[in-house]
């Protein structure tokens, strides 16, 4: 009995050590990663974005190519829905994550999901690293991660920071699911 317990205290030991080495702390889920296939309305993809969360947030990193030059709404939604073929009306509106208004300029914003607008030059590339701490990859009422995950979405236009309900930026161009699976 004492050698079975000791052999379980072991064992739960050697998992703390290699969660640790994984650089992800199970307790907080700092260091929990989620990558995701970024499609196009063609439905071709356009690269990956990568989620890693922090101890106050989480860092979205794009590495992106094919898209239109100019500056784009950059959001998360939440449904982790992206049909092309809806043109990604699928992905539902702004993560909310509470009674927030839309808009990083406006009294009562912005929603979780509101990120700066981003820019991406004459070559169609788009390698960013943004932090948004209104949403998490941890159970709660901010985790994209709920049972129908969530999306990120880039609009045709930019994100005018006011505007009601999602900021006036134009037809949603790219699309990821977020999902604990991807």
């Known amino acids: 009995m004492i050698r079975t317990a000791r052999i379980a205290a072991a064992c739960a030991l050697a998992l703390s050590a290699s969660a640790a080495l994984a650089g992800e702390d199970p307790a907080s889920g700092e260091g929990k990663t989620v990558e995701a296939n970024v499609i196009g309305l063609d439905g071709n993809s356009l690269g990956k974005v990568t989620l890693v969360q922090t101890p106050t947030g989480v860092l979205v990193s794009t590495d992106l190519k094919g898209l239109p030059e100019g500056e784009h709404g950059f959001h998360f939604h939440e449904k982790g829905v992206c049909d092309p073929a809806e043109g ?3 992905s539902g509106g702004h993560f909310a994550a509470g009674a927030h208004e839309h808009g990083l300029m406006t ?3 912005p929603h979780g999901g509101d990120m700066p607008n981003q820019y991406v030059g004459p070559d169609g ?3 960013e690293q943004i932090f948004n701490t209104g949403v998490t990859l941890t159970p709660g009422p901010k985790s994209l991660l709920d ?3 969530s999306a990120l979405v880039i609009h045709a236009g930019a994100d005018d920071y006011t505007s009601q309900p ?15 699976g991807e």
């Not at 999602?166 to 604990?180: T, Y």
Request: proline share 4%; charged share 15%; hydrophobic share 50%.
């Open 125 to 127: 590339v788009l390698k």
């Open 147 to 149: 049972a129908d995950g």
């Open 166 to 180: 999602a900021g006036a930026a134009g037809a949603r161009i790219a699309c990821a699911v977020i999902s604990p």
């Open 107 to 109: 009294m009562g914003g």
């Open 88 to 90: 990604f009306k699928t």
